[in-house]
């Protein structure tokens, strides 16, 4: 009778295990393909540049080399790789264990977060719905620092909601240093809680005051560059999964999260917070971490719904529960939209999808899943790198993203940059700065014309080819890799991340703060 009592009062927990047990073992048979997409090249280049220089530096030298740029970016996700890499793991290991690990992590930290708010039987809907998703999979796994931000926010709102204030606080501080615009997404999210559920706001504005104050020193060496920053509007902004189906839930969740009050009015904060997202980063709204706010507020009307069918018979809510099961995970409703078309596109698709690396149907427009790294063929290329040139020497590519991975396999410095949204220091001549050329062959076979000019105009000699990537050398190149002193050393850094994890982990009663 004791295990009946046991499984019938938890039965909701031990659903919830069995998707995230799933889930947890279909990213680890994920290690071979990974690493996916080509973000993780850029944290690599940090990563890399931190262990070169000792630790934190405020700029940039392995990129826009040898004038290079502000470093902008928040440093947690790239001190932890750090750790990593001082242990003696490689970079593609680091990147693997990173993107096999955070999803997993992510839905726990959404799991148990909405378990706190709405009960099991709602946390095992917000993470049914969370795991239905392949887009909210994808850019979970790619923004791993948006993501390390999105799970430590959780869990600043979880520890407020406990009256654990400092832990809440060391939990909004990694938020800053995870990343910047998630941060603010979270204190704009705490704010109009405090405002809806009309509570004693001196604790909350406490909380965020003293993490707004411990995040100052990457804020104000933010602000004090701020004329290098520039933000185009990428392509991958204008495509765009609509799930209709999503959006109808939420719209009701977030009614009865209003009508209901008290927690729930976080989950309508969040989702009035990210939803700015649809301004700048639409698709990531709709095709990204916008879903989860989304998704907490659709698992509220499905527990409403489901609770208006406890008195039916098994039957009916099975066949309840195996239409929802359709409509999110085999066949599920989207609009899509994309530039190269007019309008929206009514469209079906799949947690599943024949080819897992390709979120959008228009699969010869955008694979946001790709991996270009395979082992023989960038391995090839990245051993011919270092064999022709000494490890202060430049790399210039013409693909620069390509040139990113290359950069980072091969440990040389970039005269260019994956990512452009920080100008470098100065304008120069990449190509001339540079002495290694890396030029990606084009599909077709044929010698690329532009790469005739260039090696007419600066004179260059080539070295070597590969399957991939023509080598040439400018030996009238100018420019090396300069090192740069860290302003922070890694010792530093580490023994700051150990004890804010440390009081994170430690138990309450050791460091409760009374602050109300």
């Avoid at 991958?236 to 719209?251: C, D, G, P, R, W």
């Avoid at 018979?313 to 939209?337: D, G, H, M």
């Amino acid at each position: 009778m004791f295990h009946r009592k046991i499984l019938a009062y938890s039965r909701w927990d031990i659903y919830a295990f069995l998707i995230f047990s799933f889930f947890l073992f279909s990213q680890a048979f994920q290690w071979k393909h990974m690493p996916y997409f080509m973000d993780c090249y850029y944290h690599l280049s940090v990563m890399q540049g931190f262990a070169d220089a000792g630790g934190w530096v405020k700029s940039a030298f392995w990129e826009y080399a040898p004038v290079g740029r502000p470093h902008l970016y928040p440093p947690l996700y790239h001190l932890l790789g750090l750790m990593l890499l001082k242990c003696g793991m490689g970079p593609i290991a680091i990147v693997r264990i990173s993107q096999v690990l955070v999803y997993p992590f992510f839905l726990f930290s959404a799991w148990f977060l909405m378990r706190f708010i709405g009960g099991r039987r709602a946390a095992f809907f917000a993470l049914f719905l969370l795991s239905s998703s392949f887009v909210l999979d994808a850019s979970i796994v790619i923004l791993l620092p948006f993501s390390l931000g999105l799970i430590f926010g959780m869990w600043s709102f979880y520890f407020f909601e406990r009256s654990d204030f400092f832990k809440s606080f060391l939990s909004l501080v990694f938020v800053f240093y995870s990343h910047t615009l998630m941060a603010w997404f979270m204190v704009a999210a705490f704010l109009i809680y405090g405002f809806l559920a009309k509570k004693n706001i001196k604790p909350l504005l406490l909380v965020c005051f003293f993490g707004i104050l411990a995040g100052l020193p990457l804020l104000w060496h933010q602000f004090m560059h701020r004329a290098y920053v520039h933000a185009p509007r990428l392509l991958e902004f204008y495509y765009s999964q609509i799930n209709l189906f999503a959006i109808v839930l939420a719209l009701a969740g977030f009614f009865i999260c209003l009508k209901r009050g008290g927690r729930s009015f976080f989950l309508v904060s969040l989702c009035i917070s990210m939803a700015t997202l649809i301004f700048f980063y639409r698709n990531r709204f709709f095709s990204g971490q916008g879903l989860i706010p989304l998704f907490f507020l659709g698992a509220v009307c499905l527990d409403h719904i489901w609770q208006s069918f406890v008195g039916m018979s098994r039957p009916k809510r099975i066949v309840l529960f195996v239409l929802i099961t359709a409509i999110f995970y085999l066949l599920t409703p989207v609009a899509e939209l994309s530039p190269l078309r007019p309008g929206a596109r009514f469209a079906w698709t799949s947690r599943w999808p024949a080819q897992r690396d390709v979120i959008f149907s228009d699969e010869d427009v955008f694979q946001r899943l790709a991996t270009f790294y395979h082992p023989d063929l960038v391995g090839e290329a990245a051993r011919l790198i270092q064999e022709n040139s000494a490890e202060n020497d430049l790399l210039y590519c013409n693909f620069n993203y390509g040139g990113g991975m290359l950069s980072v396999l091969s440990h040389r410095a970039m005269s260019g940059a994956m990512l452009p949204e920080v100008a470098p220091y100065a304008d120069f001549d990449p190509i001339a700065a540079a002495r290694v050329i890396v030029w990606f062959k084009d599909v077709s076979g044929a010698f690329p014309p532009e790469l005739a000019r260039v090696v007419a105009k600066y004179g260059l000699k080539k070295s070597g080819e590969t399957e991939i990537i023509y080598l040439y050398l400018n030996e009238k190149s100018f420019g090396t890799r300069r090192v740069l002193p860290a302003q922070a050393p890694w010792l530093l850094c580490f023994g700051l991340i150990v004890l804010g994890f440390a009081g994170i982990l430690a138990p309450s009663s050791k460091i409760k703060v009374d602050i109300s």
